[in-house]
């Protein structure tokens, strides 16, 4: 069994900054893709950003330039550096991680998702 478990949301000012982490755990062999999402109240789930084993990023356009994905591949672990948060950034954020396990079954898992709130 493998869960994914994200913490670090939270209320944040316009402006501000925030970091969240997800921790992968369980029977895991290997870590490809790892990513976060987000769905706004009334929205569809979307793309916020990836990063791939090797390190290589993807940014939806919304976020580049304020947002950083990171990950650490020896702790099942990534990140979200989010800074200049807007209010529109406000939405239930997600993890995902595309996992092989030693079962040798391989599959997209999520996360149960951390509320980020950008408010004055």
């Known amino acids: 069994q493998v869960q994914l478990v994200e913490s670090g949301g939270g209320l944040v000012q316009p402006g501000g900054s925030l970091r969240l982490s997800c921790a992968a755990s369980?029977?895991?062999?290997?870590?490809?893709?790892m990513g976060w999402y987000r769905q706004a109240p009334g929205k569809q789930r979307e793309l916020v950003t990836t990063?791939?084993?090797?390190?290589?990023?993807n940014y939806a356009d919304s976020v580049k330039g304020r947002f950083t994905i990171a990950r650490d591949n020896a702790k099942n672990m990534v990140y979200l550096q989010m800074n200049s948060l807007k209010a529109e950034d406000t939405a239930v954020y997600y993890c995902?991680?595309?996992?092989?396990?030693?079962?040798?079954?391989?599959?997209?898992?999520w996360g149960q998702g951390t509320q980020v709130t950008v408010s004055s």
């Open positions: 995902n991680a595309d996992i092989s396990c030693y079962n040798s079954s391989r599959r997209n898992y």
């Open positions: 990063i791939a084993r090797g390190g290589r990023t």
């Open positions: 369980g029977s895991i062999l290997w870590i490809n893709a």
